[in-house]
């Protein structure tokens, strides 16, 4: 769940924007160097969202090609 703080909110968005940025960096950096890239969220953790985000990768696996 993405929440918005309400106290230094201009802090938080330049935060998030550089995150953001960093994030997409990275990801560009290792799928070059033919990593694969799933990114996982704290809040994703105890959710179906991570078991959907994992399936494709661990069934790969299973079929030997990650």
Do not use: F
Request: proline share 3%.
């Amino acid at each position: 769940r993405n929440t918005h703080p309400k106290q230094n909110r201009e802090y938080w968005e330049r935060k998030r924007e550089r995150n953001i940025t960093r994030d997409q960096l990275v990801t560009e950096t290792l799928v070059r160097k033919k990593w694969r890239v799933i990114r996982i969220w704290e809040c994703e953790m105890k959710s179906e969202q991570l078991h959907d985000k994992l399936r494709p990768l661990l069934d790969a696996v299973d079929e030997g090609l990650a």
